[in-house]
């Protein structure tokens, strides 16, 4: 094969983790599918490793992006989303009081 500016390297991903299980090198990969370098292989590999600890871990794989229309998203990242926002709020709030700006905070007020 020749070699290419960009290829789609997860469309060889079954055949490039069964090249490495039978002790392939980085090159050898890397030479047959026409990549330009070792490092590709080595970069996905190293990436497929990583997201499998986090699939055994049970971190799912985040959405990427902007959410399509109509998106629902479910109530728990809505309670999470207020909770964090909540947090958040009270933060910024007690910063400025103790940075002597009042914003109505409702601690040591007479």
């Known amino acids: 094969m020749s070699t290419r ?3 789609h390297i997860s469309t060889f991903k079954e055949e490039i983790i069964e090249m490495k299980r039978n ?3 980085l090159r050898e990969i890397a ?3 026409g990549f330009k370098d070792k490092y590709v292989v080595k970069e996905f590999l190293k ?3 990583r997201n499998q ?3 055994e871990c049970g971190i799912l794989p985040k ?3 902007r959410p399509p229309k109509g998106y629902v998203s479910t109530e728990q ?3 999470n989303e207020i909770k964090r926002l909540k947090m958040e709020n009270e933060l910024l709030r007690d910063f400025l009081y103790r940075g002597g700006r ?3 905070h409702q601690s040591n007020t007479k």
Do not use: H, P, V
Request: proline letters at 0%; charged letters at 55%.
């Open 47 to 49: 990436r497929e490793r």
């Open 5 to 7: 500016n960009y290829t």
């Open 53 to 55: 600890r986090k699939q």
């Open 102 to 104: 009042r914003c109505g």
């Open 77 to 79: 990242e809505k309670d």
């Open 63 to 65: 959405r990427r992006g």
């Open 23 to 25: 002790n392939a090198t």
């Open 31 to 33: 030479d047959k599918f």
